[in-house]
Nanobody, 116 residues
Framework: VQLQASGGGLVRAGGSLRLSCVVS????????MGWYRQAPGEQREPVVR???????TYGESVQGRFIFSRDNDEKTMYLQMNNLRPEDTAVYFC???????????WGQGTLVTVSS
C-alpha cells in the first residue's frame, strides 16, 4: 500500500487549497482514512478522519472550513481547505489505518504555508 499526497503550497490567509491523496494497493475494511498535520515543533494531529463510508469527524480548529471528500473509483481522497489561517501552516499527511491487520500507512506529507 502506498499513499501519495499532493497539493500543498503557499497561500495568503483567507485563501484556499485542495490536497489530494492517491491510494494504491488494498486497504481492508474497516479502515480509518484521513488527513493529519504536523506543525514545526508540534506533534502530528488529526485534521479529519472517517471510518469506511461514515461521516467525517473534523478537528475543532478546522470545523466549518475544511471539507473531506473521496473518489472511490479513483482511489483518491481530498481535503478542501478554505479560509486558511496562518496557524494552519503545517506538513499535511494523508493516512490510512487498516483496522483488520492493525497497520497504519502514511503518505509522504505536503507542506502548506499560510502567510498573514
Amino acid at each position: 500500500v502506498q499513499l501519495q499526497a499532493s497539493g500543498g503550497g503557499l497561500v495568503r490567509a483567507g485563501g484556499s487549497l485542495r490536497l489530494s491523496c492517491v491510494v494504491s494497493g488494498t486497504i481492508n475494511s474497516p479502515a480509518v482514512m484521513g488527513w493529519y498535520r504536523q506543525a514545526p515543533g508540534e506533534q502530528r494531529e488529526p485534521v479529519v478522519r472517517v471510518v469506511d463510508s461514515g461521516s467525517p469527524t473534523y478537528g475543532e480548529s478546522v470545523q466549518g472550513r475544511f471539507i473531506f471528500s473521496r473518489d472511490n473509483d479513483e482511489k483518491t481522497m481530498y481535503l478542501q481547505m478554505n479560509n486558511l489561517r496562518p496557524e494552519d501552516t503545517a506538513v499535511y499527511f494523508c493516512g490510512a489505518h487498516d483496522l483488520r491487520i492493525l497497520k497504519m500507512y502514511w503518505g509522504q506529507g505536503t507542506l502548506v504555508t499560510v502567510s498573514s
